[in-house]
């Protein structure tokens, strides 16, 4: 007779711990404070419009966070594949730097990061988790300046 540890999820694997969620939460509240200082900054001043077109933009990018961190990440987990995932963001995340004034950077940046830091601190990550979660990183810092500096 086998007993748990703790509660699992259907796949069988056991849910992240309290630390993995922890750092994914400071992962995405960084990153969405970089997002809300950055964008303001890079698009503003301007027309209504462009205030409009902002703050739309920032809505977007905050659902696919939130969509990538509470639906992808602990998925991808629980599969054993966090760090292909995190390596597939990663770059992700890069290609679509070269339209950081959308935002998209933020968010796919910030889930590569957090999937990437939490396969290595489990003991699953390799060299693709650690990848991921540098590339993530760079293009949500990237995406940062490259909003700045306009």
Do not use: K, Y
């Not at 961190?69 to 890069?94: C, H, K, N, Q, Y």
């Amino acid at each position: 007779m086998e007993f748990s540890a703790g509660p699992v999820t259907p796949s069988g694997a056991a849910p992240a711990s309290d630390a993995t969620l922890q750092r994914d939460r400071n992962v995405a509240l960084a990153s969405t404070f970089l997002l809300l200082i950055g964008m303001p900054v890079g698009w503003l001043p301007g027309s209504t419009g462009d205030a409009v077109g902002m703050a739309g933009a920032i809505i977007i990018v905050l659902a696919i966070m939130a969509g990538l961190f509470l639906w992808l990440l602990p998925r991808e987990r629980a599969a054993g594949r966090a760090s292909r995932t995190a390596l597939i963001l990663g770059v992700l995340a890069i290609a679509v730097g070269f339209v950081f004034w959308t935002g998209l950077p933020f968010a796919v940046g910030a889930a590569a990061l957090a999937l990437g830091l939490g396969a290595r601190e489990s003991g699953t990550g390799d060299g693709r988790a650690t990848a991921g979660a540098i590339l993530g990183g760079i293009a949500v810092v990237a995406s940062f300046v490259l909003l700045l500096i306009g």
